[in-house]
């Protein structure tokens, strides 16, 4: 059921979460969009439940393209056409492990709830509400994981270094690679990207999509959900 691609997404209505009266929640914002994630975290919501569950039982990984077929038609997205739908920074970091120890060590004090350093992979209700609020954004639709939400793994909390601190990093070539893990046999990847996708599928010529599905607001952030989630 394709509906199980999107049950843990959340998306984020940038004008409406900017406007918040919570200037730390308004920073955690404010630093997605300096990454340059915006692109990819606030696009237009469509879904087309039909052409997701054909594009993954279908897909897999060609000549470093996605491939899949739909409705008999071949399909390909290229880093690319990705890096290009959504806007991501080609530049920077690739490996998370490069970014620099003494950024590392200021954000585990940054994002502690209590004032005492945090570990790197460690329990999210020890950090305040806007990193907690982070770490699940990019658990639930940037590195797409199953399971448990309540550990922040140190891949994790290396994102959130690198996006609260202004570190440069490539996410076109790290979000790239996670969905080739998405459509690759074997792989421990949970599918997911299910607006991205949908979205990519739309620039697709003469690409029949089927009926669109409406997106849960309740998992679409505003002023509204993110208050109700603190």
Sequence with gaps: MASSLFTNTLHICFDSVLAMDNPDMVSMFEGLM???????????????????????LNGSVRDEKVVSTIRRKHVEISEEMFASTFELPVDGLTDLSEIPKDIVFDARSIFSFSG???STSGKKQEMKFEFRLLSDILAKTI?????????????????????????????????????KDMVTAGSRQAKGYAIQISRLLENVPNLE???????SYSKILTKKTVHRYI
Excluded: H
Excluded at 158 to 175: D, F, P, Y
């Design 34 to 56: 300096a990454s340059g994630l915006s692109g990819l975290l606030g696009c237009p919501v469509v879904l087309y439940e039909d052409a997701l569950t054909e594009f993954f």
């Design 116 to 118: 005492e350093q945090v």
């Design 143 to 179: 590195s797409v994981k199953a399971g448990s939400f309540d550990a922040v793994t140190q891949e994790r909390f290396l994102m959130m270094a690198a996006i609260t601190c202004g570190v440069a990093i490539n996410w076109n070539r790290l979000l790239f690679n996670i969905l």
């Design 209 to 215: 999509l089927g009926d669109s599905s409406e997106f």
